[in-house]
């Protein structure tokens, strides 16, 4: 605990009708007597990332496939481009490339995701689907190739007026469920020392350029420095 858990790496964060008042004598009652325990130094940045790939035999219902690589963190300036390159490829939208193509079209994985997560000095990208191990080898052929058309081709500017108004719904949903809120308020409190309203993070989203999209997909989908690994 006194290694890993620090008081100047502590956010306390409440969202819904509460006295802010009453909250602050809660911080106080369970807090106020907390001694000082700061970071000593600071985290030391993950480098010497290698891509892998890895087949292990499990007896498994069916083959699960995981394909990522190292990707931003939480400052970097592409760091916005790639939540919706991760969104375009297999975010929680039905219309995702990857759900569409693999699902809808082929019928060949009923659960398909992209995700990104940035962290203070990294972040992970990552693709997961899960198909039969006779569909296993065309889906990933499938899944290529939707890598290599966004690293070949750029998005027309009403594909991503669509694709930046889905995100920002997305965005507005999620601020309605108040434990996400307060998750999100929190960290960007603790990583930012401040809280972008709804509306300055949709400003952000809308000057993202077909360009941008482009150059990440080009360095995080190419094929070189993603690894790989399945269950089957």
Aim: aromatic share 10%.
């Amino acid at each position: 605990m006194g290694k890993n858990y620090h008081t100047n790496e502590m956010v306390i964060c409440s969202v819904g009708k509460i006295d802010p008042n009453y909250f602050k004598r809660l911080v106080n009652q369970y807090f106020d007597g907390m001694p000082a325990n700061i970071l000593p130094s600071e985290r030391k940045k993950f480098t010497g990332y290698i891509p892998q790939s890895k087949e292990v035999k499990k007896d498994t219902f069916q083959s699960h496939c995981i394909i990522g690589t190292e990707a931003y963190d939480f400052k970097h300036e592409l760091r916005l481009p790639m939540v919706l390159l991760s969104n375009i490829l297999g975010g929680n939208s039905m219309n995702s490339r990857l759900n569409m193509t693999l699902r809808e079209r082929n019928g060949i994985a009923y659960n398909v995701e992209a995700n990104y997560t940035p962290y203070t000095d990294t972040g992970i990208f990552m693709v997961y689907f899960g198909t039969e191990l006779s569909n296993l080898y065309k889906a990933l052929h499938l899944v290529e190739r939707e890598f290599s058309l966004l690293r070949e081709k750029r998005m027309g500017i009403l594909q991503l007026s669509k694709t930046k108004k889905q995100l920002i719904g997305q965005l507005a949903i999620s601020n309605e469920n108040r434990e996400d809120l307060m998750l999100t308020l929190g960290r960007s409190y603790l990583y930012f020392d401040k809280v972008d309203s709804l509306s300055t993070v949709v400003g952000k989203i809308e000057k993202i350029t077909a360009d941008d999209i482009f150059n990440v997909a080009n360095e995080m989908l190419d094929m070189n420095r993603l690894s790989k690994l399945i269950f089957q």
